[in-house]
């Protein structure tokens, strides 16, 4: 088993006592494919950065064997590139009514050494699903499986008054009951094209929303906050025009997360065929975008300067910016501010 635990003073992943800062992908291309260059497939997404890889399978009680069966091959071969998963509990983490499903499900996995961390309900507020029985599988979770962090990551729209009314702006108070049915808080939140994602009037259409939206889980929530970014998503599929960040834009997105207390970034879309070309679709994944823009981003992101900033705590100075759009953290590395 490889114990997982959150830093409750700078919100950094602890893995085995070492801080982490996640770099995932939502979800990764398959085990055992290649990359167009021959590479195994996780040994490439590895090699530039890439440390966790999103399972979401939704469980159900008919035919859960084979489901573990399945999800067992990819926990098996994530350790070999030093990656960890980061397994979803769709199905069963609403509430208790699937108790004997999910202890099934923990106790097949929580001593394996590829288990990252457990994703609990998928944007609850939006979904308008009760907090508190997300709070009360956290609570079992945690007497389960004491050793992995539980993430809960919300959309950035505001639930309407009835699952039938539409959207709203997102909320600190939207959001903050979640804040008790999990170790991270994060947000969902693809900025391109311009205003479609955020949800509510008046919205913010620059990608600088993605800052935005991080700061109010930020402020919902004591927790440690991961954010995840947009490789593509509904909105940039067929008939929409199929349109991603250029690189440009996803190193603002980033930064722009990290800025307002990202202590993890995911990044999400990599899988969906309606964004890949024909080669993309015949290998699995993305891979067009991954060597356009994804991987010169992670490379940037995980290299041994920006990784020790990352990891930093907040720094006590004050800094102040001579301009109202600067966005700014501080943070104290070896013993300097920067």
């Given at each position: ?43 490439e997404i590895a090699?530039?950065?890439v440390n966790f ?36 509990l769709a199905g ?247």
């Amino acid at each position: 088993m490889t114990a997982s635990t959150i830093d409750p003073t700078t919100g950094n992943l602890l893995v085995e006592g070492r801080a982490v800062f996640p770099l995932g992908l939502s979800d990764p291309p398959p085990a055992g494919s290649k990359a167009p260059n021959g590479r195994d497939a996780w040994a490439e997404i590895a090699s530039a950065g890439v440390n966790f890889a999103r399972n979401y399978t939704v469980w159900k009680k008919v035919g859960l064997d084979e489901q573990l069966a399945t999800v067992a091959q990819e926990l098996d071969a994530a350790p070999a590139h030093g990656l960890q998963l980061w397994l979803g509990l769709a199905g069963v983490d609403d509430d208790l009514s699937q108790e004997a499903e999910l202890d099934r499900i923990v106790d097949t996995f929580k001593g394996h050494p590829g288990l990252g961390a457990w994703k609990g309900v998928d944007e609850p507020a939006h979904g308008h699903v009760p907090a508190a029985g997300c709070v009360a599988v956290y609570h079992h979770l945690k007497e389960v499986d004491p050793h992995h962090p539980v993430v809960i990551i919300e959309a950035p729209r505001g639930p309407g008054p009835t699952r039938q009314s539409a959207d709203t702006r997102l909320t600190v108070a939207a959001v903050k009951p979640y804040a008790a049915a999990c170790d991270v808080h994060g947000v969902d939140i693809y900025p391109i094209p311009p205003g479609a994602h955020a949800g509510g009037s008046p919205v913010n259409t620059d990608i600088s929303v993605v800052g935005d939206m991080t700061t109010i889980i930020a402020e919902a929530s004591t927790k440690a906050i991961w954010t995840t970014l947009q490789i593509a998503w509904t909105g940039t599929l067929p008939p929409h025009p199929v349109v991603f960040p250029t690189l440009p834009q996803a190193r603002f997105m980033a930064y722009d997360a990290i800025i307002a207390g990202a202590r993890g970034l995911l990044f999400f879309g990599g899988h969906l065929q309606g964004a890949m070309n024909a080669a993309d679709r015949a290998r699995g994944w993305n891979w067009t975008y991954w060597d356009d823009v994804q991987r010169a981003l992670l490379v940037e992101l995980s290299d041994a300067e920006h990784r020790r900033a990352l990891l930093a705590p907040h720094a006590k100075a004050t800094i102040t910016a001579d301009a109202v759009d600067i966005a700014h953290s501080a943070r104290t590395a070896g013993g300097f501010s920067t």
